[in-house]
T-cell receptor, first 117, second 113 residues
Framework: AQSVTQLGSHVSVSEGALVLLRCNYS??????LFWYVQYPNQGLQLLLK??????LVKGINGFEAEFKKSETSFHLTKPSAHMSDAAEYFC???????????????FGQGTILTVHP | DAEITQSPRHKITETGRQVTLACHQT?????MFWYRQDLGHGLRLIHY???????NKGEVSDGYSVSRSNTEDLPLTLESAASSQTSVYFC????????????FGEGSRLTVL
């Protein structure tokens, strides 16, 4: 079965500082990996995704993530935090073609990012 | 613009009552999903559908049912609401199974007293 672990339910950074949100996954087949963001009282929006190809993936709002198969990780980073980045972030995994969880996402527990002046 | 809408956005009900949450998408997506969001659990899959007349159970399907009579709608029914079903419910859809990218509604907050 797939699983996703996000290390740290709350992360607090200063404006302009590096943002690092950690995600580790388990999957029995090559995974598809996603980061979603949720602003208060809204649904989730896709930040970025890894399916195949280049392991460093760039997303919206200056975020990027690197797929590291050997570490089963897909950490999310942003070089310089903005106040508008304050939100909850979810890592998710889906089986690629042929897996038993094909087409369905398994989400991590979420990480609330706080950005202070 | 295509979108996915949920109704009601907020509902309070009593234990034992039947409740239906509506989900309507205009993306013309084949795949639709219902998740519940609870603190400390992230999002957990309740039911999903890959097309008309197709429904499947997710990891937390007990006490819930869905039906898919057309492409646009996947209503979620709580047959007999329980306090443990107090949660925020999200409907989502996707076009292609092989990428898994989901488009989410804004959520329905359900309180069961």
């Amino acid at each position: 079965a797939q699983s996703v672990t996000q290390l740290g339910s709350h992360v607090s950074v200063s404006e302009g500082a590096l943002v690092l949100l950690r995600c580790n996954y388990s999957s029995s087949v090559p995974p598809y990996l996603f980061w979603y963001v949720q602003y208060p009282n809204q649904g989730l929006q896709l930040l970025l995704k890894y399916t195949t190809g280049a392991t460093l993936v760039k997303g919206i709002n200056g975020f990027e993530a690197e797929f590291k198969k050997s570490e089963t990780s897909f950490h999310l980073t942003k070089p310089s935090a903005h106040m508008s980045d304050a939100a909850e972030y979810f890592c998710a995994v889906s089986d690629s073609l042929g897996g038993t969880s094909y087409g369905k996402l398994t989400f991590g527990q979420g990480t609330i990012l706080t950005v202070h002046p | 613009d295509a979108e996915i809408t949920q109704s009601p956005r907020h509902k309070i009900t009593e234990t034992g009552r039947q409740v239906t949450l509506a989900c309507h998408q205009t993306w013309n997506h084949n795949n639709m999903f219902w998740y519940r969001q609870d603190l400390g659990h992230g999002l957990r899959l309740i039911h999903y559908s890959y097309g008309v007349q197709d429904t499947n159970k997710g990891e937390v399907s007990d006490g819930y049912s869905v039906s898919r009579s057309n492409t646009e709608d996947l209503p979620l029914t709580l047959e007999s609401a329980a306090s443990s079903q107090t949660s925020v419910y999200f409907c989502a859809s996707s076009e292609w199974v092989d990428t898994g990218e989901l488009f989410f509604g804004e959520g329905s907050r359900l309180t069961v007293l």
